[in-house]
């Protein structure tokens, strides 16, 4: 059995798309996923499952969703060992800075990290990028994160083919499935 990552798209933020963490987790076990468990409010969902297809997955997580709480909420599945690997990759300057933001960034299948980055670009004065599988890592300055390019992701059609944590929250997914 493979245990699975799934971060869910944009819920509750501004109080739109609001997904109660105890339905989500009943919608998720009762679509045939086991062991799972939901960290904080954001949709971050940890499962165990026999399916090795995460396209598959990604569509029966995002259907168990529409079936038990009426929204259609974009899902981005990661395998734990491929999240562990990402975040031992991650890049030295990545959270290491108190005076900068330090984000991830999950492509959302099928878009690749590599495709996302091409397409929204970077200003290596204000930001730094990389990315390893469906990861990618950025870090800007606080003072100067209003000139960044991924600042402005969300009037981009990238946006809509990614997913966000803060590094304090990816990190602490990353200790709850090592």
């Known amino acids: 059995m493979e245990k699975y990552i799934a971060l869910l798209r944009s ?28 960290y904080i409010n954001s949709g971050n969902v940890i499962f165990s499952c ?11 997580c995002r259907q168990a969703i529409m079936d038990k709480l009426q929204l259609d909420i974009a899902v981005a599945i990661i395998l734990a060992n491929d999240f562990s690997d990402a975040i ?48 990618i890592f950025w870090s800007a ?14 009037a981009t059609p990238a946006y809509g083919n990614i997913t966000i944590r803060n590094a304090n929250t990816t990190k602490k997914l990353f200790r709850l499935i090592e």
């Open 141 to 154: 300055p606080i003072k100067t994160f209003s000139r960044t390019r991924w600042s402005k992701v969300i």
């Open 11 to 38: 819920v509750n933020v501004g109080g739109k798309n609001k997904v109660p963490m105890p339905l989500l987790k009943t919608a998720l076990e009762e679509a045939g996923l086991s062991g799972v468990s939901t």
């Open 88 to 135: 031992s990759h991650a890049p030295a300057w990545w959270d290491s800075d108190r005076e900068s933001k330090h984000i991830a960034i999950f492509a959302i299948a099928p878009t690749d990290a590599h495709a996302l980055i091409k397409e929204v670009g970077i200003k290596p004065e204000y930001e730094q990028i990389d990315f390893y599988g469906q990861i």
């Open 50 to 60: 026999e399916d090795k297809e995460a396209v598959g997955l990604q569509q029966r």
